[in-house]
C-alpha cells in the first residue's frame, strides 16, 4: 500500500486544513464521527520496505473508538485491482499504462464513507478553477469549522457540521466568492444530511447512485467526483470535466475530444474505468500545453 499515492487523494496543497501530508510522510486528517470532530493520523511503520510496513492509525476526539473500525477503508483496504490485472482486458491496455501499475503497485482507491463532506467539497470544485475551489474549502473549514482534536499540525480544522453550514448566510457564502447556484446546491445536501449518512456505509449500485443523484445541482461529474472517494468507485469517470476528455482523448488518439469519445475508448475496461484514468496520470504522460490558463474573475465586490 502507498500511503501517499493512496490517501493524497484527500489533500488540496500543504497548507489545507482537513487533510495534509507532513515532513514524515505521515497523513493527517479530520473529519466526524457523527456530529464529534476527530483526527487521524496514518503512518508506516515496522520493518521492510515502504509498501510493506504496518499502517499506523492514530485517532483523537470523541469519536476516535469508533473511527478505529473504518480506518482500514480510509487507507483502501477494501480496494482489489484482481479483475483488471487478471482479467481479459489487461492486454488490452497501452504499454505504458500497464508499466505505470508495475511502477505503483500500492496505489489503491479508498473509501470514507463521508457523503455529505464529499459532496460539498465536490459542489465547491464545480464550474470554477481549481485555485478558486480550493479556497472556499479552505474558507468553510477556517471560518466555520471546529478545532481539530489532538496534536495536530498548525492550521488544521474539522469540516463543519451540517447544521453549521445550514446557518450560513448568502452573503457570507458571496463574500468567500461561492455563487448562488452552488451555495443552493450546497443548502440542497445538507438539508438531506440525514439521509445522506444512512447511504455512507451501503454497497455501490444503483440505488446509491440515483440516491445522491437525486439532489437538485448534484449532476453526474458531482456524483462521480464523490462516490470515488466516498465508496472507491472503480468505475466512475467525470465527465463534463474541464480537462479529463481531452486528456484521455489525447492519450488515444493523439488530440483532443470529447465525453462521448472518452467513454467509448474506455469501454474495453468497464468495472475499472476510474483504474484506468488512476494509471493514465500515474504513467507520467502529460497532454501538450494549449495556451494559457484561465484567468478567474473576482465578482465578490460587484
Not at 469519536?63 to 480506518?71: I, P
Not at 455563487?179 to 446546491?185: C, K, Q, Y
Not at 445522491?212 to 445541482?217: A, D, E, K, M, T
Amino acid at each position: 500500500m502507498d500511503l501517499g499515492a493512496t490517501m493524497g487523494v484527500l489533500t488540496r496543497g500543504d497548507s489545507h486544513p482537513t487533510a495534509r501530508i507532513d515532513h514524515d510522510g505521515a497523513l493527517w486528517i479530520t473529519t466526524r464521527t457523527g456530529d464529534d470532530p476527530l483526527t487521524a493520523r496514518f503512518s508506516r511503520v515496522g520493518p521492510g520496505t515502504e509498501l510493506n510496513r504496518d499502517v499506523h492509525v492514530q485517532a483523537w476526539g470523541l469519536g476516535a473508538e469508533a473511527f478505529m473500525a473504518e480506518a482500514p477503508r480510509w487507507a483502501g483496504e477494501g480496494d482489489d485491482w484482481t479483475g483488471l490485472r487478471h482479467g481479459s482486458s489487461w492486454d488490452l491496455l497501452p504499454e505504458s499504462l500497464r508499466r505505470a501499475r508495475s511502477r505503483h503497485p500500492g496505489v489503491r482507491l479508498i473509501a470514507t464513507g463521508r457523503l455529505v463532506e464529499t459532496l460539498v467539497n465536490a459542489v465547491l470544485e464545480q464550474r470554477v478553477t481549481g485555485g478558486e475551489a480550493v479556497r472556499a474549502q479552505r474558507w468553510l473549514a477556517r471560518a466555520h469549522g471546529d478545532p481539530a482534536p489532538g496534536p495536530v499540525p498548525e492550521g488544521m480544522r474539522v469540516f463543519p457540521s451540517a447544521a453549521t453550514i445550514r446557518r450560513i448566510p448568502s452573503w457570507a457564502w458571496h463574500r468567500a466568492g461561492v455563487d448562488p447556484a452552488r451555495s443552493r446546491t450546497i443548502q440542497n445536501v445538507v438539508e438531506r444530511a440525514a439521509g445522506l449518512d444512512r447511504w455512507n456505509t451501503v454497497a455501490l449500485g444503483p440505488d446509491l447512485q440515483r440516491a445522491v443523484g437525486s439532489i437538485p445541482g448534484v449532476g453526474p461529474w458531482t456524483l462521480a467526483q464523490t462516490l470515488q472517494i466516498t465508496h472507491g468507485d472503480p468505475d466512475s469517470v467525470s465527465v463534463y470535466d474541464y480537462h479529463l476528455a481531452h486528456h484521455v482523448t489525447e492519450f488515444f488518439d493523439g488530440h483532443r475530444g470529447e465525453d462521448a469519445r472518452m467513454l467509448e475508448l474506455l469501454e474495453p475496461w468497464s468495472g475499472h474505468r476510474q483504474r484506468v484514468v488512476r494509471l493514465l496520470y500515474l504513467s507520467g504522460w502529460r497532454p501538450q500545453a494549449k495556451g494559457p490558463r484561465l484567468s478567474p474573475e473576482d465578482r465578490r465586490h460587484m
